[in-house]
T-cell receptor, first 109, second 114 residues
Framework: LAKTTQPISMDSYEGQEVNITCSHN???????ITWYQQFPSQGPRFIIQ???TKVTNEVASLFIPADRKSSTLSLPRVSLSDTAVYYC??????????FGKGTRLHILP | NAGVTQTPKFRILKIGQSMTLQCAQD?????MYWYRQDPGMGLKLIYY???????DKGEVPNGYNVSRSTTEDFPLRLELAAPSQTSVYFC?????????????FGDGTRLSIL
């Protein structure tokens, strides 16, 4: 099975913009890219989803290049409460649903 | 709405015992999923269902069974518990006519096999 690839961990400071990139070389033509956030002892929570170019909502932006082989989650002006694990999710070409291994984001004061 | 409800929240089993993890959703979602998450790791898909009466294997189905007799419920069965099944189990649901629509997760069941 093809897999997604994300950085294992990232550190940033409060007030900074954080960008997390996910590689997904075998994404299917009609599939969307979805990002989730997970706090300790909780289930993942949907953040944002997109198909191409740029999507923005009240908490994040998602940038997807034309070839769609990667995506970048952008968190503007992070705070301590953004410390969490972030996952990107795509559907592989055989329709298996695979989470990336996740990126542990640690926000420092 | 309660969303996705999982019971129990915690359970300790002995090797060889069996149990059923319950999952119910009240959002009339057609898709439901079971994941496991080992400490410090990402989620792995065990089984999923695209509607009542239809189930399919995910990435790690061995040692588990599921059924989907109603739209609302999607129980996960462990027949012969093994230490390797110690994990946190998450149930999720989504409303979609294609994969990868946003999933709604329950709070998880923490299971220890001793």
């Amino acid at each position: 099975l093809a897999k997604t690839t994300q950085p294992i961990s990232m550190d940033s400071y409060e007030g900074q913009e954080v960008n997390i990139t996910c590689s997904h070389n075998n994404i299917a033509t009609n599939d969307y890219i979805t990002w989730y956030q997970q706090f300790p002892s909780q289930g993942p929570r949907f953040i944002i989803q997109g198909y191409k170019t740029k999507v923005t909502n009240e908490v994040a932006s998602l940038f997807i290049p034309a070839d769609r082989k990667s995506s970048t989650l952008s968190l503007p002006r992070v705070s301590l409460s953004d410390t969490a694990v972030y996952y990107c999710l795509v559907v592989e070409r055989d329709d298996k649903i695979i989470f990336g291994k996740g990126t542990r984001l640690h926000i420092l004061p | 709405n309660a969303g996705v409800t999982q019971t129990p929240k915690f359970r300790i089993l002995k090797i060889g015992q069996s149990m059923t993890l319950q999952c119910a959703q009240d959002m009339n979602h057609n898709y439901m999923y079971w994941y496991r998450q080992d400490p410090g790791m990402g989620l792995k898909l065990i089984y999923y269902s695209v509607g009542a009466g239809i189930t399919d294997k995910g990435e790690v189905p061995n040692g588990y069974n599921v059924s989907r007799s109603t739209t609302e419920d999607f129980p996960l069965r462990l027949e012969l518990a093994a230490p390797s099944q110690t994990s946190v189990y998450f149930c999720a649901s989504s409303l979609q006519d294609r994969p990868n629509q946003p999933q709604h997760f329950g709070d998880g069941t923490r299971l220890s096999i001793l």
